[in-house]
């Protein structure tokens, strides 16, 4: 395609989010589970809470705020009538895709958390895996069912047992699906690093690796929110949100991981494109001065100022001195942004093909009904390739995703 044929009206989202409906587990559990799978309770005032093995739970206001004006924004709970219906309904999610110019659209889960931490914490882990397999079936049956073209289904893993992650990954790879969430950090969560010495990862890196599975990491996926300080503001410490997902970027560029699964891809949902120059440039200038020693196989203990052998030298699978770390990012890594300026400034100090876009529609960051306007504001003055590999070509490489015919659907905003 040439850029005077290229369809930039419309872009895909890598990272949306779906209030779950009620009946899910109550509907794709096997019948004998039902009784103890998570059910919606109604409140008298309206609102809905999940309940699931003495764990009861509410999404979040900020969560499901689409539609509202900002001045209406709260964290405090909305009850289901309250909610946009595209918050929780498939067809209503595709009107509202429609009249944004979003094609098509990736969406994390909420009550499992961001990568079905709730399940991970559940003591009956044969029950939180058949609710794992539930939400999958779901996820590829109905809700991307509901709107061929239009969904690219994300499916969730049991991260208490990598071997049944693979397994997993394995049986939805062979339905179709090209991405899998994890965390961005699992040490919080109780579980081993991708470093862990045992390498516990690595049977469920091998199968998505295998399947051309892409793991995708959301911002908030260690359960937790990191604080400068302990008394820094709620709004100080959102701004500091990306120092998340720029460490989780560098540990798995360092971890050695791609270098044993040399074909694996991560994409890095809601953390922003904008500091991915400066800490590739940092991370050079730390192999440059420091590459020698560490390839040697000795460490370095900050704390005691000692060094000593390296207990996992034997293992260490990085060439540091021949190392680019740039490279690596461009074969493995992708970045997702909302509305990031600087970002788009520094397009090819990052990689034109490892960039992608997304709306995080319900929540209180996304661009919805906007979206494509925005975006085609930012991207101004790009070269018209450029745009659509970010609107939505490299989506479709990545994912292997065949969208919607965009002759088929109304002009966006036509709905509005």
């Known amino acids: 395609m040439t850029g005077s044929t290229l369809d930039l009206n419309w872009l895909i989202s890598v990272d949306d989010h779906v209030i779950e409906p009620g009946h899910l587990w109550q509907t794709w559990l096997p019948q004998r589970l039902r009784e103890r799978g998570p059910q919606l309770v109604i409140d008298d005032d309206g609102m809905g809470v999940w309940h699931y093995l003495g764990m009861k739970s509410q999404a979040s206001g900020l969560s499901a705020v689409v539609g509202r004006d900002k001045s209406e924004f709260s964290p405090e709970p909305l009850g289901y009538q309250e909610m946009r219906p595209g918050c929780y309904d498939a067809k209503a999610r595709v009107e509202d895709m429609n009249q944004a ?12 958390a961001f990568c079905g931490q709730t399940f991970y914490r559940g003591e009956d882990k044969e029950l939180g ?5 539930a939400y999958n079936d779901w996820m590829i049956e109905e809700w991307s069912a509901t709107a061929p073209g239009r969904f690219i289904p994300l499916t969730l893993i049991p991260l208490w ?11 939805v790879a062979g339905r179709g699906v090209r991405a899998v969430a994890f965390s961005e ?11 862990d010495p045992d390498r516990y990862w690595d049977p469920f890196f091998r199968a998505a690796e295998e399947c051309g599975v892409v793991i995708c990491m959301h911002v908030g996926s260690s359960s937790q929110i990191p604080a400068i300080n302990a008394n820094t503001s709620f709004m100080a410490n959102l701004s500091w949100g990306a120092v998340r997902t720029s460490g989780t970027m560098l540990d798995w560029l360092f971890s050695g991981v791609f270098e044993r699964f040399p074909q694996l891809k991560i994409s890095l949902a809601e953390g922003n494109i904008g500091w991915i120059p400066y800490f590739l440039e940092r991370a050079e200038q730390v192999i440059d001065k420091q590459r020698y020693w560490v390839q040697r196989g000795i460490d370095y203990d900050p704390n005691a100022g000692s060094r000593q052998a390296r207990k996992d030298a034997g293992t260490q699978t990085i060439d540091y ?12 890594i992708y970045g997702c942004f909302i509305d990031d300026i600087a970002g788009i400034r520094n397009i090819d100090l990052i990689g034109e093909d ?5 709306t995080d529609y319900p929540h209180s960051d996304s661009t919805w009904p906007n979206s494509i306007k925005l975006a085609t504001d930012r991207l101004a003055g790009l070269d018209p390739e450029l745009r659509y590999k970010i ?6 490489r990545l994912f292997q995703f065949t969208a919607a015919d965009t002759t088929t659907l109304p002009v966006p905003g036509s709905l509005s």
Do not use: K, W
């Open 101 to 112: 110019g979003i094609l098509a659209s990736m969406t994390f889960p909420t009550f499992p």
């Open 161 to 171: 047992d990598p071997e049944a992650a693979a397994t997993e990954v394995r049986r």
């Open 321 to 332: 001195l021949n190392f680019d770390i740039r490279q690596s990012f461009r074969d493995h």
């Open 354 to 358: 490892n960039v992608m876009i997304e």
């Open 129 to 133: 895996l058949a609710c794992i397999v």
């Open 185 to 195: 950090n699992p040490e919080p969560l109780g579980l081993p690093t991708i470093n």
């Open 391 to 396: 609107l939505r070509g490299n989506a479709e």
